[in-house]
């Protein structure tokens, strides 16, 4: 496992833009694929984004794409989100998460940071 620490949430307005950013530790950040969950209140955690741990492929969610973009930097043990033309609805706390596993599915994530809240305002 690895230990996720997320960063970069915040207030914006909507139609603005915000880059989250999880630092790992350990050596075998570059062994894992890395996943952006994203939780609001009342509703259940859901799949953001993920990449390979090469960083050559990228999946997202229907609601994000075209918007969001996620990356990573294995010299940095970093992985990336970020999120542009921002509304309302991607007001949630956002989670990092690792894997062993090319998965959207949160219970096959072994790894997960604290989280970071996002607040889009209209």
């Known amino acids: 496992q690895v230990q996720l620490v997320e960063s970069g949430g915040g207030l914006v307005q909507a139609g603005g833009s915000l880059r989250l950013s999880c630092t790992a530790s350990?050596?075998?950040?570059?062994?894992?694929?890395m996943g952006w969950f994203r939780q609001a209140p009342g509703k259940e955690r859901e799949f953001v984004a993920r990449i390979t741990w090469s960083g050559s492929s990228t999946y997202y969610a229907d609601s994000v794409k075209g918007r969001f973009t996620i990356s990573r930097d294995n010299a940095k043990n970093t992985v990336y989100l970020q999120m542009n033309s921002l509304t309302p609805g991607d007001t949630a706390v956002y989670y990092c998460?690792?894997?062993?596993?090319?998965?959207?599915?949160?219970?096959?994530?072994?790894?997960w940071g604290q989280g970071t809240q996002v607040t889009v305002s209209s």
């Open positions: 350990g050596r075998t950040f570059r062994s894992y694929y």
């Open positions: 998460a690792a894997t062993k596993w090319a998965t959207m599915r949160s219970r096959e994530y072994d790894s």
